[in-house]
């Protein structure tokens, strides 16, 4: 049975930051960003967009009233839960009028929690071939004026919904996993922002690629040369080109290495002027990818890696299916034309506003128009919006 990802939808916030403003309001060369981290933008949301919003603005993008009808399972990977218990995706499950009787689920290990939510969502369909599944991975990552991360910030949500027979792409049985125990990035319940040790975090992240791709190419039998493009995990949009650089062997095929080379770039489009979106950065990079290639085809196989700090990582590949472009949007690059660009002082602002419910727990939003929007905590409970278009 070919299981994979059937639909596949993005939402972003309708702000966002210039990087070459935030370099000289830190007193930084804008290369530094620009070209060091390949980074142009960062979105920002403001205190009424979440995980919870974005996530069902993501999947209300396809979702059919006949696909409500049928998904049974709800997946949400996340590493920036808006509630220590209550899973997101319960919001989620109840903003977009799903059918009652499906399971919603939260998983968390860093940014690795999507695709470990793809694993359970494949594994459930082969035991029930006619569920569908919604994943989503939705996250805002924020480390804090002035730190070192600062750049690399973002906040939006990629959702699939992934199904038997999928018109995008096929899910092939080759997945190899690694854990290691190591703290390079962590968020202690008491702390707002997360610790980094960055240039730590780096050497994990490439030593886990190939340490894991070596064992990947054991266990399957397959090497570079078996793939049109290779998607990463995309923390900033430079570590993936470190990535690709990291298990391109010396005296490889000049036109194969131009091939992947070329496809990576197509990769980090969407990334470039997000951000980090922790759970969603590998999935945003797919999603790029399949959206702005000229070259693939069905049938290509496309090689992932997918990285949790902590940590834990595996490397999996996929198959286009047919007429997979078809299923796809191909004006995407207008949403970003659409945002509207912050100052560094509207940005500091919007934010790191911190929700600040009064005595009874609670506290009221100013209003936002947007599909869905949080619209006040009442008795500490959240209460969010739709607003149909």
Not at 122 to 149: E, M, Q
Not at 251 to 266: A, R, V, Y
Not at 319 to 335: C, G, Q, S, V
Not at 357 to 377: A, C, T, Y
Request: aromatic share 10%; glycine share 6%.
């Amino acid at each position: 049975m070919n299981i994979g990802i059937d639909k596949f939808g993005l939402a972003i916030p309708e702000y966002f930051l210039d990087i070459e403003d935030l370099a000289v309001a830190r007193n930084e060369n804008a290369n530094k960003f620009s070209k060091g981290l390949l980074q142009l933008e960062m979105s920002v949301a403001p205190v009424t967009q979440d995980i919870v919003t974005l996530g069902a603005t993501a999947a209300h993008e396809f979702l059919t009233e006949e696909d409500k009808k049928k998904i049974d399972m709800i997946i949400i990977g996340t590493e920036t839960g808006v509630d220590q218990s209550k899973s997101a995706s319960v919001f989620i499950h109840n903003l977009l009028g799903i059918q009652p009787f499906a399971r919603s689920v939260e998983i968390k290990e860093a940014c690795y929690g999507a695709t470990a939510g793809l694993d359970f969502a494949k594994n459930h369909i082969l035991r029930n071939p006619d569920s569908y599944v919604l994943l989503i991975a939705s996250d805002i990552a924020k480390y804090g004026i002035g730190t070192s991360g600062e750049s690399t910030q973002g906040a939006g949500s990629c959702a699939m919904l992934i199904k038997k027979d999928p018109n995008i792409l096929i899910l092939n049985d080759d997945n190899v996993c690694q854990t290691r125990d190591i703290m390079d990035f962590w968020r202690p319940n008491y702390s707002p922002y997360p610790y980094v040790d960055g240039h730590f975090s780096t050497k994990q992240y490439l030593e886990c690629l190939e340490t894991t791709w070596e064992e990947y190419r054991k266990r399957n039998n397959k090497d570079l040369k078996d793939f049109e493009a290779f998607c990463f995990h995309l923390p900033f949009p430079k570590l993936g080109l470190k990535g690709l650089q990291s298990i391109v062997p010396k005296g490889i095929d000049k036109n194969l290495k131009e091939k992947l080379l070329e496809n990576l770039h197509t990769s980090i489009i969407y990334s470039r002027r997000i951000g980090n979106i922790y759970t969603g950065s590998l999935y945003l990079g797919l999603l790029s990818l399949l959206e702005n290639s000229t070259t693939l085809k069905a049938g290509d196989n496309i090689a992932l890696f997918s990285y949790g700090s902590g940590a834990v990582c595996e490397i999996f590949s996929g198959t286009l299916a047919e007429n997979f472009k078809n299923h796809l949007r191909n004006n995407r690059n207008e949403d970003f034309e659409k945002r509207k660009r912050l100052s560094v002082e509207q940005y500091e602002k919007m934010f790191f506003e911190e929700i600040s419910p009064d005595e009874n727990g609670n506290v009221e939003f100013k209003n936002d128009d947007s599909l869905f929007s949080l619209k006040k905590i009442e008795e500490h409970k959240r209460i969010y919006k739709y607003n149909p278009k």
